[in-house]
């Protein structure tokens, strides 16, 4: 008995690398948090057949999860049709400790032409006393305050978003902007607003309610978020 466990354990030992300990867990998995836009009483921008921008995010944002669910862990910023207001979306991302947030949205404009992809990262309108390390003098952090940290990587986010959407053949041009948007201002994380569409844009509306259409926004998405992650991991 004692020589058959003695083989057991040199059987162990002899298989294992003497210059580190054997590896018990994988490394834990990165958190992306997404966000569908809007939500209960607030529809967002509505097309000309009553297509609801809420409805186009909530159901996008399911099929970016589902893109997604194999390699990261997913936060939902909203698991249904109902209200959740600005800083309780930032608030949930930060709580969960999210390595990225992404807001997801449509557009809408008085002029029916306008068409296309838009994605926004944040910049204030003036920069605060003490903003360099997104604190105030007296050390303690606000909520205005926690983007301004990751202003240079969250614009990152949005190129890397912005050459997975440009692999999209006959795809929308897409185009990149800063601004002072509630959201993001509040995020611990880097974090961007995606406007996959223009509402107002019939022929626009028309695509974007299509389950093909958001499929292929979704693995666009997908591979943006991924090619971030894996960057800036490296």
Avoid at 75 to 84: A, H, I, K, N, Q
Avoid at 98 to 103: E, N, Y
Avoid at 112 to 127: E, Q, T
Avoid at 151 to 174: D, E, K, N, W, Y
Wanted: net charge neutral; charged share 15%; glycine share 8%.
């Amino acid at each position: 008995m004692i020589f058959a466990i003695a083989v057991l354990l040199f059987s162990f030992f002899s298989t294992q690398s003497w210059g580190a300990p054997p590896q018990l867990f994988s490394d834990s998995l990165l958190t992306v948090a997404i966000d569908p836009g809007h939500g209960g009483k607030d529809g967002g921008a509505a097309g000309s057949e009553g297509l609801l921008e809420k409805s186009i995010c909530f159901s996008l944002t399911q099929q970016l999860s589902s893109e997604l669910e194999a390699a990261y862990r997913i936060v939902l910023t909203r698991s249904g049709d109902y209200d959740v207001s600005l800083p309780e979306r930032a608030a949930i991302a930060n709580h969960q400790k999210a390595d990225v947030l992404v807001s997801i949205h449509t557009s809408a404009s008085f002029q029916s032409a306008a068409s296309g992809i838009r994605i926004y990262s944040y910049k204030p309108n003036h920069i605060p006393a003490a903003a360099g390390s997104g604190v105030e003098k007296t050390g303690g952090a606000t909520w205005r305050h926690l983007q301004l940290v990751h202003m240079a990587v969250s614009r990152s986010l949005a190129q890397a978003l912005q050459r997975a959407f440009r692999t999209i053949p006959g795809g929308p041009p897409v185009h990149l902007h800063q601004a002072p948007l509630a959201l993001l201002a509040g995020a611990a994380m880097p974090a961007v607003v995606v406007e996959v569409g223009c509402l107002s844009h019939p022929a626009a509306a028309r695509q974007l309610a299509m389950q093909a259409q958001q499929a292929t926004y979704a693995r666009a998405l997908a591979e943006g978020i991924e090619d971030f992650l894996t960057s800036t991991r490296n």
